[in-house]
């Protein structure tokens, strides 16, 4: 097992940094138990467990550092991991962005633990993929998923006092299902901390029946269109904006958020006045590791666009201290407040429109106002007076998410998903204009 | 993706980098280290084999890896970050009840690689009792003892950081100099040590070198509030240092500088410089119908989403259905014989032997000798990509060698081999080819690129883009992107430059599989040229 408690972990970190020579230290102790089962064409494909324990240690002299990893935890391999990162700093050149290591930081409590996920066995998972294939055939479609579940800790120590220790667990579940004549794909994901909250034969029902709906698709001109985009839809788009948002890129001119003349847009108005998106490592949905995986920074709950307001935006701590303003850590998770309407109560309230189930292989065309294309995918659905029509056709988009958060017509409930590596807390939205700019035969 | 493997190698941002992170971070100096004794192998190996087959495996294979990783971050003039690892481990994968299981260890002891064998026969039989099909392997003769290496004429590994970093430097004043606003450069360097064996009679020992150095270069201009960027046309490689020589016969002059099988990334970064301020006030595109001629740095993308990935057997299949997709080259349209992939000027070929391409080796990771064959010819379907337990579902009695996993601990599975254009026959050259053109776009580099789970309708950027008028290059365009289906794309080919053109461009970090393991690839071709294609412009204003 992988988890080692608080005290052990403190107990490694301490001595480690007791063998430090430099200016000063830091070390990360991180370990995981990941299992997983894969399957397709309704049969188990694949499944392991992977299991790593690690300890990465910084040393500093002055603006010089180096870092080694060992996952070896003897004194002699403590003192050796010290002295090769000692060796790696001193051969290094200066970091003229080399910030001095933090003090003690205050983090807040995350609770990101869950039994049901900490305690699953090799059955469990093995069950839930047979649910999601028995789920598949009774209905006469193909199913292709992967479960992912993972027990972790992290903690973190420096020479200035700094110490933190996280544990956390998660499980992902995505699937397929295609119908046996092709013509028909659906796709569901679940993203919980519990196992417990999961039902792989749920969410494969939800793909089942995209798949069944979805066939005999209409082709339908692209142009601007009324969406509803389900989360999933949502996510791709709001997490490549999220990801360029930043104050450094913004200030250096070569940014969405850079100011004709000079500066950023922080203050302004960028997005529909409904739109709140925010972080916070201890949200009960979306709990997420306390302090900021580049330096160790405390996380606490930050907006990041209030009212349709840019309010902040991440600065480095170097960044902040060239420009005299406020560091503000990379954040571990991210919140868009939605509103109280499900998806059908959304669709009721449509007179023409598109329901989109998922985007997909999104790319940036123009950083500049971040064009990004991409697919619908597993489930596009014509809508008319209040009520599904019929299937249509995938649509290549080409659209910014700037302008989609201009948009929003109406907000849906929000969902948790999985976005960039972390988990985030995202509504469906209806937004008009969207552009579709081509049409795709893929199903 | 696997958020594990990755590292943070520079802070959040435009500068920010995940890379692929396997294995403990180590000093310079053990990267030229020697590796694990070839006798340490074999004993190790024949361990895993001998308790495989003791156990009841009716096959087994054990890979034994030692990967070595460089990385050499920079932006402006300052080096951001190096990082050097080392992974060794062993891999077991046997045959059991007709179903695979597979097992990793980096106790590198017999008693250690015999646990990881047992381990691997349980869970063949653990899982052969959910197997419907049991695996049919494809005939394999041993080789015995051998060995291949990459033909390189200077390890990268050997050569000292400090000169790496001075390179980069010299890099990022030369684009500096030139009125670049910003610049990040970095270099990638692998060598992967990698011995096999198997129940076959195979002890196949290879040492793979790698190299990637590109750059990104951006102009800014705050009055406007504009800004573009150039990246480097330098290409990943299966070569040595040497590839950074720059050597003069390597060149092409066109619009700008292109490069063979070496790259001068000084004068690149002073182009990139200049042509990111041309980019900021050159004519936006009008949408419509072009003739599009493709250089080799911008086409090999487009084979890679149009032509490698829908033609990979496990897609096509269904085993990639969750995660990268399926494909609309099915098997009734093989099967037919008569499926027009592209225009009969279109010949398409896998190889994982062509020199200084990223799928040179001389046996794939399930210890079969690697050659080259057709995929596309004169434009019809005829093969897939496809391993020793897929190709019989061809009909076919020979792995065509695409088994490749990127790590000792990962197993291995189909991977894309190098997929290329051939050149065409007759002799064309690239000023000959653009005299005919009366209303087209030059475009160089590779840029955005996005596609279908299919592989149908896709959409592609670039670097540069030049305007064709009356078979002259009138100027520099932007906010260009085409916008295409596979098959009407690939039809539309209507003249291929000759092979003296002829160039590689690649992916050193292609991704597939759940977990995601990453493979690197190349993709030849000439200069193509590709009728009526539909552009649009990507120009928006926000807010």
Request: aromatic share 8%; with cysteine; proline share 3%.
């Amino acid at each position: 097992m992988a988890i080692l408690t608080r005290s052990e972990a403190k107990r490694i970190l301490d001595k480690v940094l007791k063998y430090s020579r430099a200016d000063g230290a830091s070390a990360q102790l991180t370990g995981a138990e990941t299992g997983n089962i894969r399957y397709a064409r309704n049969s188990v494909s694949t499944s392991g467990i992977v299991d790593n324990i690690e300890l990465a240690v910084e040393a500093r002299f002055g603006k010089k550092s180096g870092v080694a990893t060992i996952n070896e935890f003897s004194d002699a391999a403590l003192e050796k991991v010290m002295r090769r990162a000692e060796e790696l700093a001193k051969l290094s050149p200066e970091n003229p962005e080399a910030m001095p290591l933090l003090g003690p930081q205050k983090y807040v409590d995350v609770n990101a633990f869950a039994k049901g996920t900490a305690n699953i066995t090799p059955e469990q998972r093995a069950k839930a993929a047979a649910d999601s294939i028995m789920a598949a055939k009774k209905k006469k479609v193909v199913a292709a998923g992967y479960l992912e579940d993972d027990r972790s800790f992290a903690a973190v120590a420096n020479t200035e006092g700094l110490f933190g220790y996280h544990v956390a667990t998660s499980a992902n579940f995505t699937v397929t299902m295609r119908t046996e004549n092709g013509l028909g794909s659906g796709w569901a994901e679940s993203d919980v901390t519990d196992f417990a909250d999961m039902s792989t034969a749920l969410t494969s029902g939800i793909a089942i029946d995209k798949a069944v709906q979805s066939q005999e698709a209409r082709a339908l001109e692209p142009g601007k269109y009324t969406v509803i985009l389900e989360p999933n839809a949502v996510s791709g788009l709001l997490g490549y904006m999220m990801y360029s948002y930043n104050a450094r890129s913004a200030d250096e001119g070569r940014s969405f958020m850079s100011k004709k003349g000079g500066g950023n847009r922080l203050g302004e108005k960028m997005f529909d006045k409904r739109v709140h998106i925010y972080s916070d490592p201890a949200d009960p949905n979306v709990p997420a590791t306390p302090w900021s995986g580049e330096d160790n920074m405390a996380l606490q709950r930050i907006d990041w666009v209030r009212d349709g307001v840019a309010a902040n935006m991440p600065r480095s701590r170097y960044w902040a201290e060239k420009n005299e303003e406020e560091a503000i850590p990379t954040p571990g998770n991210l919140i868009m407040v939605g509103g109280d309407k499900s998806t059908e109560e959304m669709i009721k309230n449509t007179r023409r429109g598109i329901l989109v189930t998922r985007t997909w292989y999104i790319r940036m065309v123009d950083p500049q106002s971040l064009l990004l294309t991409g697919l619908t995918r597993d489930g596009t659905f014509y809508i008319e007076n209040g009520k599904i029509k019929y299937p249509v056709k995938n649509f290549r988009f080409n659209e910014s998410p700037v302008i989609m958060l201009n948009n929003i017509e109406e907000m849906g409930q929000a969902k948790r998903v999985g976005m960039w590596g972390f988990s985030a807390m995202v509504p469906a939205l209806k937004v008009r204009d969207f552009t579709f700019s081509s049409l795709s035969d893929a199903v | 993706m696997d958020r594990r493997k990755f590292l943070q190698l520079s802070g959040a941002g435009v500068g920010a980098s995940m890379l692929p992170f396997a294995g403990n971070v180590i000093a310079e100096s053990q990267l030229t280290t020697d590796g694990i004794d070839l006798s340490v192998k074999k004993e190790l190996a024949d361990a895993a084999l001998n308790t495989a087959t003791k156990l009841g495996a009716t096959y087994a294979d054990v890979r034994i890896g030692r990967y070595l990783n460089q990385y050499v971050l920079t932006r402006e003039l300052q080096l951001q970050n190096v990082v050097n690892t080392e992974s060794i481990g062993m891999g077991v994968r046997v045959i059991a009840n007709g179903t695979w299981g597979f097992s990793a260890t980096n106790d590198m002891t017999v008693d250690g690689i015999a646990k990881a064998t047992r381990k691997a026969v349980a869970t063949a039989k653990a899982n052969s009792k959910h197997q419907s099909e049991p695996v049919q392997l494809a005939e394999q003769k041993g080789f015995g003892e051998v060995s291949w290496k990459t033909p390189i004429q200077k390890n990268a590994m050997q050569v000292p950081l400090a000169e790496k970093i001075d390179l980069l430097m010299e890099v990022n004043k030369s684009a500096m100099d030139a009125g670049a606003s910003f610049i990040n450069s970095s270099l990638y360097l692998v060598n992967e040590q990698k011995y096999f064996a198997s129940t076959d009679g195979s002890y196949i020992d290879q040492d793979v070198h790698r190299l990637w150095a590109p750059m990104t270069v951006t102009a800014v201009d705050k009055k406007s509030g504009g800004f573009r960027t150039r990246n480097g046309l330098s290409q990943p490689v299966g070569r040595g240092f040497e590839y950074l020589d720059g050597r003069a016969e390597d060149k092409v002059q066109s619009q700008t500088v292109l490069y063979r099988d070496s790259y001068d990334m000084i004068e690149d970064a002073k182009l990139a410089a200049q042509q990111a301020q041309e980019k900021l006030n050159a004519k936006s595109v009008k949408p419509g119908k072009y003739d599009l001629v493709l250089d080799p740095s911008h086409l090999w993308l487009t084979i890679h989403e149009s032509v490698g990935h829908p033609l990979e057997l496990d897609r096509v299949l269904g085993y990639e259905a969750n995660y990268a997709g399926t494909s609309f080259a099915t098997l009734d349209k093989w099967r037919s014989g008569k499926f027009q992939y592209g225009s009969d000027k279109v010949n398409l070929f896998a190889d994982k032997v062509q020199p200084g391409s990223l799928g040179a080796v001389g046996y794939d990771d399930e210890g079969v000798q690697t050659g080259q064959w057709d995929l596309v010819k004169d434009g019809i379907l005829v093969n897939y990509q496809a391993t020793r337990d897929q190709v019989h579902m061809l009909g076919q009695d020979k792995s065509h060698g695409c088994s490749y996993a990127d790590d000792w601990s990962s197993v291995q599975f189909q991977r894309m081999p190098n997929v290329s254009l051939l050149p065409g026959k007759e002799e064309l050259s690239l000023d000959e080819m653009i005299k005919d053109v009366e209303k087209g776009i030059y475009i160089i580099g590779a840029g955005s690129f996005s596609i279908d789970q299919q592989r149908y309708n896709f959409q592609f950027g670039g670097q540069l883009f030049y305007e064709i008028e009356d078979g002259k290059i009138t100027g520099m365009v932007e906010d260009v992107a085409y916008q295409s289906n596979t098959q009407e794309f690939w039809n539309s080919c209507s003249q291929i430059c000759d092979k003296r053109d002829y160039r590689l461009g690649g992916s050193f970090f292609d991704g597939k599989g759940q977990p995601s393991q990453v493979s690197t690839v190349s993709h030849g071709s000439s200069t193509a040229r590709f009728d009526g294609v539909n552009v649009i412009n990507t120009k928006r204003k926000i807010g």
